[in-house]
């Protein structure tokens, strides 16, 4: 039984019952199996899930009865929502992520005027009909949220979670070894956050294969622009459109936007608005955000060209 040491990593391969560790001396065949296969012109498929309208529900009538109304009003909507949907689909088409019959504003298809479902629900039908040989997933949600991964319905009185999400997907064994890719646009608090400047066989666990990008730290605020959108959709719309960035790992792609994202701070806080509504106020002239990612990737994920 050969005994692992740090040495013999690089260069030559170790074996301990059977377990293979480190790289063989062929390096460009074991490269090629460090990258999510794309075998043909399939990228892989995603869901957007973009809440721009909030309803809140209230009571009528006296004490106990069980009558409600639906009051919306201005200050419910989600401005910058629609920016946000079109980053969204840059995002996807820079990457020929198909989204056919899966893009939902406030909960349901675009344009129509169908009932609106849960965000769960949406995401567990998506789950239910992407083709299992989709080399990758993404699943894209922008509305209000909280602590803990909570992620507000349009019906301000509902939430779900993003863990309750990620859970259906973990628990699909026929999708295991596809990459799923989650952008959550949400706050995960209350707090603003402000900036400073200074200088071949293959094994997989219900919880690897996911990339979980959130806009925020826990805790702390998202922002966006009325007019320009979220802060973290509208960088990444441009790194993923930009040449240089076309080879990368996708995580190398998302570290960039997080550089971006923090040293972009707004100067002019007439510009910004927090993701409830609120003006932050000149004293937050330098405040900013900080996107966190999560990941569980067994191998690079990178989109190489179509074959013409």
């Not at 721009?52 to 401005?79: A, H, L, M, T, Y």
């Not at 920016?83 to 349901?108: P, S, V, W």
């Not at 965000?119 to 080399?135: G, H, R, T, W, Y």
């Not at 910004?272 to 990612?293: C, I, M, N, Q």
Request: proline fraction near 4%; hydrophobic fraction near 30%.
């Amino acid at each position: 039984m050969a005994t692992r040491v740090p040495g013999d990593i690089v260069g030559k391969a170790m074996t301990d019952g059977g377990v293979v560790y480190g790289r063989c001396q062929n390096c460009k065949e074991c490269d090629k199996e460090l990258d999510y296969p794309f075998k043909d012109n399939f990228r892989g498929q995603g869901i957007i899930i973009v809440n721009k309208n909030f309803i809140e529900r209230v009571k009528k009538g006296p004490q106990g009865n069980k009558r409600w109304s639906i009051r919306e009003d201005e200050s419910k909507v989600r401005k910058g929502a629609d920016k946000d949907l079109e980053y969204l689909k840059g995002i996807y088409d820079r990457y020929d992520i198909d989204y056919t019959n899966f893009t939902y504003l406030n909960q349901k298809p675009e344009e129509t005027d169908q009932k609106e479902t849960s965000m769960k629900d949406l995401v567990q039908n998506f789950a239910d009909n992407v083709e299992q040989k989709s080399p990758v997933i993404f699943v894209s949600i922008a509305t209000h949220g909280g602590e803990k991964g909570t992620l507000v319905e349009t019906d301000i009185s509902k939430t779900t979670t993003v863990e309750t999400l990620v859970k259906i997907f973990a628990d699909n064994t026929n999708l295991m070894l596809i990459p799923k890719v989650f952008i959550i646009q949400a706050c995960r608090g209350s707090d603003d956050e402000e900036a400073f400047e200074e200088p071949t066989i293959q094994f997989a666990t219900k919880h690897s294969n996911f990339l979980i990008i959130h806009s925020t730290t826990e805790e702390y605020t998202s922002f966006r622009s009325e007019e320009q959108g979220s802060w973290l959709l509208e960088i990444l719309h441009e790194c993923v459109r930009m040449p240089k960035y076309r080879n990368l790992h996708f995580v190398e792609v998302v570290t960039v936007c997080t550089f971006w994202a923090i040293n972009s701070h707004r100067q002019d806080p007439e510009d910004a608005e927090d993701s409830k509504g609120a003006k932050p106020g000149k004293e937050l002239v330098r405040a900013t955000e900080t996107p966190t990612f999560h990941s569980t990737l067994t191998k690079f994920l990178r989109f190489p060209d179509k074959k013409k």
